[in-house]
T-cell receptor, first 111, second 114 residues
Framework: EDQVTQSPEALRLQEGESSSLNCSYT??????LFWYRQDPGKGPEFLFT???AGEEKEKERLKATLTKKESFLHITAPKPEDSATYLC????????????FGKGTKLTVNP | GAVVSQHPSWVICKSGTSVKIECRSL??????MFWYRQFPKQSLMLMAT?????????EQGVEKDKFLINHASLTLSTLTVTSAHPEDSSFYIC??????????FGPGTRLTVL
């Protein structure tokens, strides 16, 4: 069974304090690992898609990396507006379009 | 690009009534749309996959007679919660993928059943 585990469940940072979020996964034939940001009461907002080990993608203060077992979302010099829940999801191979989500990491960045 | 809308954004209804939620892809066509529900402080759980012109595929444990899905066109899917009860209160979110692997999500619909 496909599984996605995110850690930590919650993370508090001071503005400017860099850190990383972890997403460990077990899936048959990975066909994409996805990072989303979700603000309270809203739908998830797409951030990144990663397909193969060694791949990296960046967007502003965020950088996502992928290995064969896990993905990291690195946040450099975060700002209060980066506060949100970050969700990781995987899509298996074999033609399925289904995403399996982790429970998310709630990030709070204090000014 | 890749914008998905939902309507309504929130709805309150009495127990036993039915509620319809619309999901639209605004700038792309989607042969497949997805419906999720999310309980407070929990992650997204896939309810069903909506296929244009054919029957929806429901996840295990989801009552197909209670959650009716219609994918009438390449830009519109609807979810009808029939005979709603308080335990159906939740945050319902749809998504669609514009010919890519990436799903884009709507803003969600908060359903409260009294």
């Amino acid at each position: 069974e496909d599984q996605v585990t995110q850690s930590p469940e919650a993370l508090r940072l001071q503005e400017g304090e860099s850190s990383s979020l972890n997403c460990s996964y077990t899936v048959s034939g990975l066909r994409g690992l996805f990072w989303y940001r979700q603000d309270p009461g809203k739908g998830p907002e797409f951030l990144f898609t990663l397909y193969s080990a060694g791949e990296e993608k960046e967007k502003e203060r965020l950088k996502a990396t992928l290995t064969k077992k896990e993905s990291f979302l690195h946040i450099t010099a975060p700002k209060p507006e980066d506060s949100a829940t970050y969700l990781c999801a995987v899509r298996r191979g074999g033609g399925s379009e289904k995403l399996v989500f982790g429970k998310g990491t709630k990030l709070t960045v204090n000014p | 690009g890749a914008v998905v809308s939902q309507h309504p954004s929130w709805v309150i209804c009495k127990s036993g009534t039915s509620v319809k939620i619309e999901c639209r892809s605004l700038d792309f066509q989607a042969t497949t749309m997805f419906w999720y529900r999310q309980f407070p402080k929990q992650s997204l759980m896939l309810m069903a996959t909506s296929n244009e012109g054919s029957k929806a595929t429901y996840e295990q444990g989801v009552e197909k007679d209670k959650f009716l899905i219609n994918h009438a066109s390449l830009t519109l899917s609807t979810l009808t919660v029939t005979s709603a009860h308080p335990e159906d209160s939740s945050f319902y979110i749809c998504s669609a993928a514009p010919r890519t692997d990436t799903q884009y999500f709507g803003p969600g619909t908060r359903l409260t059943v009294l």
